[in-house]
């Protein structure tokens, strides 16, 4: 199983809107293979098909610590959510930053596996929040898109001087 390049911010292909699964295949069983791989290689819990340049709607995620807690979810959509919490939250896409956004505390989830069986999951703590974050990457959202402005002029100045230090 290859990695995969991670796409990194401001690449335009994380602003894009994933489109619906519909083919169930190999090719897909691999992409999500390959994507589980990738996000593991790279210490990360989560990772949406965006990150990697590809424009459907799957997302990986594992917040086990042993990395045995893999779930793939294709196509999902948040049909129930409750609560709210804040969480620090960093993304593979955005390397070395981290900031605190709102997140719901529970949500419900439907998705399909990569066979296109239909599932639905009930999810809180750190599995939630982490969901929320994928199907925003599918959704062409950034954590950084949650941020109040003051938190986002500051991202920009942390941006700029990243720049000129490479
Ligand atoms: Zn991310």
């Known amino acids: ?8 911010y401001p690449d335009p292909v994380l602003k894009q809107v994933a489109e619906k699964v519909t083919r169930f295949n190999d090719q ?4 999500a293979n390959d994507m589980a791989e990738t996000m593991y290689t ?21 917040v086990g610590e042993e ?9 999902p959509e948040i049909v129930w959510k409750e609560g709210a919490v804040p969480s620090e939250e960093g ?7 981290r900031e605190t956004v ?23 703590g750190l599995l939630a929040i982490c969901i929320q974050h994928e199907i925003d990457h599918l959704n062409g959202i950034l954590f950084i898109d949650h941020l109040s402005r003051l938190k986002r002029e500051l991202f920009k100045r942390w941006l700029k001087k990243r720049a000129s230090e490479d």
């Open 1 to 8: 199983m290859p990695t995969l390049p991670i796409r990194i």
């Open 28 to 31: 897909l069983t691999s992409l």
């Open 42 to 62: 790279a210490r990360g819990i989560g990772l949406a098909a965006n990150q990697v340049g590809v424009l459907q709607r799957i997302a990986i995620v594992d």
């Open 67 to 75: 990395q045995n807690e893999r779930i793939d979810l294709v196509n």
């Open 91 to 97: 993304c593979l896409s955005i390397p070395d930053y």
């Open 102 to 124: 709102r997140r719901n505390k529970e949500i419900v989830v439907q998705a399909q596996d990569t066979s296109g069986k239909e599932f639905e999951l009930k999810a809180e």
